[in-house]
Every structure is written in structure tokens, then in C-alpha cells.
């Protein structure tokens, strides 16, 4: 028998553990320090967006739905933010990987971070390639260097969660072990990509054909079998998910839809107009130039490796979305890592010439780069990472909401990236909560409906969903100066007849109103005004004034909703000339209301707003106005 001595046994745990090291720092450690300090810095940031609001509710909160449904069982779970089930969620079956890590390593923190770990590992992934296609450290530094200031990459982290982002790690594992000779690594790295997002499948399928040409690593069979496997993901998801699914299948083609009706028909259309073809990309040749000039326009030079990088842009380019060209999305993330395959091969070049253009055009990336880094950091970054006591008030009403585990919750895409654990939550801010019923009733019946919902006189929509549920018995659950919460049981017409119309014949005698002030009662036999004249006051002095109204002659009975505490003594709610600020009619509120009725006859033509003054004692709240006629003058 071998006896190992404790001496040898410390050297051995030693051994490994430096080796560990070295495969985790790289050949580089203080490019390997200098990742991990931008990734902090990138990481701070985005939970500050996060915490102060920024987030949304059909990017970060759907995903985190999807991730939190699966990790409580739910394999098959709808998402209801999407309105489709979760295996549909943007085709990413690399949901079900992330679910577990998402419940037990702090969720949407762990979104966040898991994006910046893989920008540091691809940063990791382009210093190896460079350095072994340009034998050069100095190379390898350079455009390491570009690859964690990456505008699209940066870009993209401070703009939610995304799955591109795992189409990225998994295409940096697959680059990794080409150079290490690792097939296994390279399958796992390629399947993760093919499974986290469609998009990937087009340019990996290039890029196994160009291997599959030249030869140059592993064998061809390995890139015939890649190849293959991204057409058949492709077809997947294009041909066979929406035969099963019917509308709620990919639409990715829809984008598209101005050059046909089918994925042939597009092509064809394409290719057999190139000066169409030819214009669009001209006419958005910025993006062009943002993309390639990154990297110094070295993947534009890059032979056959230029398909996959050119075959994104224009994809992006020929689409009727301009958001998949704004480097401020997620949406050129994958054309970066394209770009580093390009760029690799064109610095493969050992000649003296091809040298010193690698130093000029990697001078020319870093500038480039920094100047739309600036851009982002001015227009995207710093307005969402700004001291926000609303967003911060909103964000602790949020952990206080989702306490309540049963509960169906309707809110806006803004608040909906915080209220994402439940089976049904909606935030589409023009879909009828017609919908989330059907849902609650299928998905999570019985439970109670909240609405979560922003206060203030800016958004009209969730001023008259407010007034609706009030009207419809809901109660409110939680109030600060940012945002309420109300609970109730039945659906209502969330988005019904809007008091706020501009000026129609009935009420052409008006002059007409700036787009600021919109409130018109166009028909105001039966109109109702979702109030903007927010109040909550619990000392005397608060006055809180609604939107001017113009009204014709007649008789009309005013419905002011209030509520208030039962000691309440001495608030009044009047009805004013907007002109002379004249108190037409006025009611004192002596005890609790929750509706307070003013009639008042109106002998000519005239604006009027509405008031509630607080000069009392106890706790008032002000929420909305119903205004009906009565009656004609005579």
C-alpha cells in the first residue's frame, strides 16, 4: 500500500488549488483584478436603476415572474405579463436553468450580477482569442479592453435582465474551448446559447459553416453537427412552435412584415430588390458604424468571418423597430461577441503592415467607444441613477405587497418589475382588466385583486383605474405620497369613458385647450372626471384643486368621493369659477363621508374646478368627482 504523507497531501491540495486559481484569473491577473473592479462598479449601478425604479415590467419583471413560477413548482406556468406560457418566454429554455439560483441567491440581484459576471468572463474569453490569434499581449490588452467597455454590452446590463446575456456566456465557454481543444466544453457552451435565445441560432450556424470551410479548429464533423443543431433550433422555434401555439408562437418575423408575409417571402423580396436592401442599410449606416467602428472596423476586413457579424446588423438594420439598433438595449449583444470572432481573425495577420493597423484600429475602437459611453452615461445612465425618494417610497411599498403571496395584482410596466412573485400579475397600461380576471379565475381563483398603482396627476390611465375601483367597493390597503395599493374582489371597466376628450361640436364654444390641460367633458350627460386633485392631509391647511371642466348651461349634480376619519370636522368641498376663483357652491363635511353631493344650476356657458379644503381635525383623503346633468336650463 502507497502511503501519502500529510506533507505530500497539503502539497497536492496546494497544487489543485493553484491550478483552480490559474484557470479562474487567467493568464493575466491584473486584467483579471481590473475586470472584477469594473463589474462592481457596473453591478452598483445597476441595483441602484433597480431600487430607484427604472426597471420594467416586460423585460426584468416578466423574466423574473417566469424564474420565480418555475422555482415554486410551476414547470409549465403562464406568464401573464407576456399573456403566454413560460416556455414561450422570448424562446428561452435556459429559464429553467436560472429559476433555483434566481430563488436561493437573492433573485433579481442575482440577475443583475449573473449579467455582469458573464461581460467579465467574455472580457476573459477575447483576451485569450486575441492573444492566441495575435500572439501579442499588448493586443490581447488593447482589445480585452474594448470588450468590458463595450458600449452594447454596457448598454444592455443597465437596461434590465435579458437572456441575450446568456446566449453570451454560453458563446464565450464555446470560444474558451476551442482554444483549450475542449469539445465537451464547446457543445455545453453552444447548447446553452441555442437554448437561451433563437436570435443565436443564425450566427452560430455562420460561423460552424466557416469553420466547417476552413478547418482551422477541431474537426469538421464537430461544426456539421453545430450546424445542424442551429438549423434545427431555428426551424424549432420558427416553424413548429407556432403550429402548436398558434398567436401566442415566436413572432419574430413580424418585424419584418413590410418585405412579406413568410421567412421565404422575405428572403426573396430581399435579395431579389439589393437597392432596397442596399438603402436601409444606408439610411441606418450609424449603426453600422457604431458596431463595427468598436472594434475598429477590423471585423469589416475579416474575410469569411464577417457573415455572423453582418448577418445580426442587418437583421437589426432591415427591421421596422428602431430599438433593436439603440445600443441602449439588449439588442447588440450578441453581434459584440461576433465581433471579437472577426476581429481575432483579422489580427491572425502576421505581417508588418497588418501590425500597425491592428494598433491603429484598435486606437480607433477605444475612441469610439469612449464617445458612446459618454453618450450613454449622459442620456441613459445618470437620469436613472439620481437620488428618487419616489421611487424609493414605491420600492417599499412593493416589499410590503409582495408579503401578500395570494393575490392577483394589477399594475403599470413601471411598478411591475417589483411586484413580479404571484401566479397573475398584469402591467399592460391600455389592456382591459377584463383580462387579468380571466386570468385570476383560470390561474389563481379566488384570490383577491391589488391594484399597485402610482399617484400623481400625470397619468390620467391610472387616475380613471383608481376611480373605477373605488367605485367598484375596493379598499385601499396601503398610501404614501408616491403610490396606493387597493384590494377588492370583482372586475370593473378599468379603462372606460374618459372625461378627458378635447373639444367636440357640443362644446365648440370653448376655446381650445392647450395639450396640457385636457379635461373636457365633451357629453356631459353621463361623464365622469377621474380626479387629479390627490389629498391626504392630517393637519389643517391642505388644499387639493381638480382639473377645469367646461360646462354648458343646465342643472348638475357634483359626486365628490372623500373619504374620511370619523372625527372628521370642517373640510369643504367646493365648486369654483376657474376665471375668478368664485366659491359657486360649497358642502362642510361634518362626520365620515365617502360621498359628498353638491347640486348646482349653471344658467350660462362657463369653466369650473373643483376644490376640498382641509381646515379640520382626523385624516382626509380626496380621490375623484362624478359629474352628471340634470337637467336642461330653461
Do not use: C
Not at 391 to 419: C, D, I, P
Not at 539 to 562: D, N
Amino acid at each position: 500500500m502507497t502511503h501519502v504523507s500529510p506533507v505530500n497531501e497539503g502539497n497536492t491540495f496546494v497544487r489543485g488549488a493553484r491550478r483552480w486559481a490559474s484557470r479562474i484569473v487567467g493568464a493575466d491577473p491584473i486584467f483579471f483584478v481590473l475586470s472584477i473592479l469594473w463589474g462592481a462598479f457596473l453591478i452598483r449601478l445597476e441595483i441602484i436603476r433597480y431600487t430607484h425604479g427604472f426597471a420594467t415590467a416586460f423585460d426584468l419583471g416578466s423574466t423574473a415572474q417566469s424564474l420565480y413560477l418555475i422555482s415554486h413548482g410551476h414547470w409549465l406556468a403562464f406568464n401573464t405579463f407576456l399573456n403566454k406560457p413560460t416556455l414561450l418566454d422570448i424562446d428561452s429554455f435556459s429559464l429553467y436553468l436560472l429559476a433555483w439560483p434566481f430563488r436561493f441567491l437573492g433573485g433579481i440581484y442575482f440577475l443583475l450580477t449573473l449579467q455582469v459576471a458573464t461581460l467579465i468572463i467574455f472580457a476573459r474569453a477575447t483576451y485569450d482569442y486575441i492573444l492566441h490569434r495575435a500572439t501579442s499581449r499588448g493586443a490581447a490588452w488593447l482589445f480585452g479592453i474594448l470588450a468590458l467597455i463595450s458600449p452594447a454590452l454596457v448598454g444592455g446590463i443597465m437596461f434590465d435582465f435579458h437572456v441575450d446575456f446568456i446566449v453570451l456566456l454560453g458563446l464565450s465557454i464555446a470560444l474558451l474551448s476551442t482554444l483549450r481543444d475542449n469539445r465537451t466544453g464547446f457543445f455545453i457552451g453552444v447548447t446553452l446559447a441555442l437554448l437561451s435565445k433563437n436570435t443565436a441560432a443564425l450566427p452560430i450556424g455562420a460561423w460552424a459553416l466557416i469553420e466547417l470551410i476552413l478547418g482551422q479548429v477541431f474537426s469538421r464533423r464537430i461544426w456539421l453537427i453545430t450546424g445542424i443543431l442551429s438549423v434545427t433550433v431555428f426551424m424549432f422555434d420558427e416553424e413548429v412552435l407556432p403550429r402548436i401555439f398558434g398567436s401566442l408562437g415566436p413572432s419574430h418575423l413580424a418585424v419584418f412584415s413590410q418585405y412579406g408575409n413568410s421567412g421565404i417571402a422575405i428572403a426573396t423580396n430581399l435579395v431579389g430588390h439589393p437597392a432596397i436592401l442596399a438603402g436601409v442599410i444606408m439610411i441606418h449606416s450609424h449603426y453600422l458604424v457604431e458596431m463595427a467602428g468598436s472594434w475598429g472596423f477590423m471585423p469589416l476586413v475579416s474575410g469569411l468571418y464577417v457573415l455572423p457579424f453582418m448577418t445580426l446588423i442587418m437583421l437589426n438594420d432591415l427591421s421596422s423597430n428602431p430599438t433593436l439598433r439603440s445600443l441602449a438595449t439588449q439588442y447588440s449583444v450578441i453581434i459584440v461577441f461576433f465581433g471579437v470572432l472577426a476581429t481575432g481573425h483579422t489580427l491572425s495577420f502576421k505581417s508588418t503592415a497588418s501590425k500597425f493597423s491592428m494598433w491603429i484600429g484598435g486606437l480607433i475602437g477605444l475612441a469610439i467607444s469612449i464617445f458612446l459611453l459618454k453618450g450613454l452615461w449622459s442620456t441613459v445612465i445618470v437620469p436613472q441613477i439620481g437620488y428618487n425618494p419616489p421611487a424609493a417610497a414605491e420600492f417599499q411599498m412593493a416589499k410590503r405587497l409582495n408579503r401578500q403571496s395570494n393575490t392577483t395584482v394589477w399594475t403599470t410596466n413601471h411598478l411591475g418589475a417589483l411586484a413580479y412573485p404571484r401566479a397573475v400579475v398584469g402591467s399592460d397600461a391600455f389592456e382591459s382588466i377584463d383580462v387579468l380576471w380571466q386570468q385570476r379565475k383560470r390561474l389563481a381563483p379566488g384570490s383577491p385583486i391589488v391594484l399597485f398603482m402610482p399617484r400623481g396627476d400625470a397619468n390620467l390611465v391610472v387616475n380613471e383605474t383608481v376611480w373605477q375601483a373605488l367605485m367598484h367597493n375596493y379598499h385601499i390597503t396601503d398610501l404614501n405620497a408616491v403610490a396606493i395599493s387597493l384590494k377588492g374582489i370583482r372586475t370593473f371597466p378599468a379603462y372606460g369613458q374618459f372625461a378627458y376628450q378635447s373639444a367636440t361640436s357640443e362644446s365648440a364654444f370653448h376655446p381650445l385647450i392647450p395639450a396640457y390641460l385636457p379635461a373636457v367633458l365633451a357629453n356631459v350627460t353621463s361623464s365622469k372626471v377621474s380626479h387629479s386633485g390627490w389629498l391626504t392631509a392630517s393637519k389643517p391647511g391642505a388644499i387639493a384643486m381638480g382639473l377645469p371642466i367646461a360646462l354648458p348651461s343646465g342643472s348638475y349634480r357634483f359626486t365628490f368621493v372623500v373619504e374620511a376619519g370619523a372625527r372628521v370636522r370642517g373640510s369643504v368641498v367646493s365648486i369654483l369659477s376657474q376665471k375668478t376663483h368664485q366659491v359657486l357652491a360649497q358642502q362642510t363635511i361634518t362626520g365620515k363621508n365617502t360621498r359628498v353631493v353638491i347640486s348646482w344650476h349653471n344658467t350660462h356657458n362657463r369653466w369650473v374646478t373643483s376644490e376640498v379644503r382641509w381646515n379640520g381635525i382626523g385624516t382626509l383623503r380626496y380621490f375623484g368627482l362624478i359629474v352628471k346633468k340634470v337637467g336642461t336650463h330653461s
